[in-house]
């Protein structure tokens, strides 16, 4: 692990070693081919309170800096990537209420997260997924009221969350500066999920629609002002891309570590598979994007620490990570040869579980536009 951590932080990571390799990696295996949410390994997640981790010292967190939390979830990631999803996710879930919300309102969500709930965020709706301005879901002030309808899709954690971030239309005349953010806790009158997806990978990881019918709210429970709720999600995902570019660095750290040990027990031509040249570049050039990627998610890990802008870093992150796992998937599939094929070896499913971190928190095709646009800047 090439992360630079505290001695208490390693300490941690060892008991979350432990943790992955006995009620983890295995049994996900099974969850991986039947769908299912894993409700029991995720209660066991929660006793060891894995899901506050990024709930700050303040509110009863554990006070790790990002990139001693980042370990860990890479730790997870290499166990099973629905599995550091789902954690993750949670994560996710409470970063508008810690970016723009009320003390009230940090306190509350904290407090659920650290009593074992699971958070949400909800932004993407169908037809409005990178144009996230085309969003139809509206929020119409009622008194002391806000009542939200509209459909959310793709909502990682959708129908296990305590909690929702959910932004929606207050005057959709103004484009993304008419969208609004706001909290709606599970068991609001109005609010429910609805389909859940079928994923290719992360299977352990939850995905569903939120509904929202006539959903009465307080208009105590906006996240920051009316027409802030796009920017709140924009600096949502310019911290939650570089936690994506790390379960995508462990997906790859897994990957070649299934590629190295299939490919020393495995003999052609008189000898391991590993001793042809080829089969070494194979590994070098994975271990060379993977610690790569891994320090540019410390390094934008860092830059939020200390305060610092990080929208390029974030998206570099993210982009160049899944981008380094899904090679790295590939190259270890083509590694095991026919084998890497079969459902029997790990191989496969860590290919399809790296696809989507090409897609989700924006694809990368957005990411590189977010780039450019740093890079370059107006002209």
Known sequence: MAYLISDEAKDLLKDVHEFCEKEVKEPCKEYDRSGEWPKELYQKAVDMQLQTLEVPKEYGGPGLDRVSVAALIEEMAKADAGFATTISASGLGMKPVLIGGTEAQKKHVCKLVMDGGFGAFALTEPGAGSDAGAGKTTAVRDGDSYVLNGRKCFITNGGVASFYCITAMTDKSQGTRGMSMFYVEKGTPGLST???????????????????????????????????????????????????????????QRCMEEAIAYGKQRCQFGKPILKNEVMKFKIADM????????????????????????????????????????????EAVQMFGGYGYSREYPVEKLMRDAKIFQIFEGTNEIQRIVIAGNVIGKF
């Open 287 to 330: 271990a060379i994007g993977i610690e790569t990627a891994r320090q540019m998610v410390a390094h934008s890990l860092t830059l939020m620490d200390k305060g610092l802008p990080h929208v390029k870093e974030s998206a570099i992150a993210k982009c160049y990570g899944s981008d380094v796992a899904m090679k790295a998937a590939s």
């Open 194 to 252: 609805g389909h859940e997806e079928d994923k290719m990978g992360i299977r352990t990881s939850n995905t569903c629609d939120v509904v929202l019918e006539n959903c009465r709210i307080p208009a105590a429970n906006r996240i920051g002002e009316e027409g802030h709720g796009f920017k709140i999600a924009m600096m949502t995902l310019d911290q939650a891309r570089t936690w994506m570019g790390c379960v995508a660095t462990g997906i790859a």
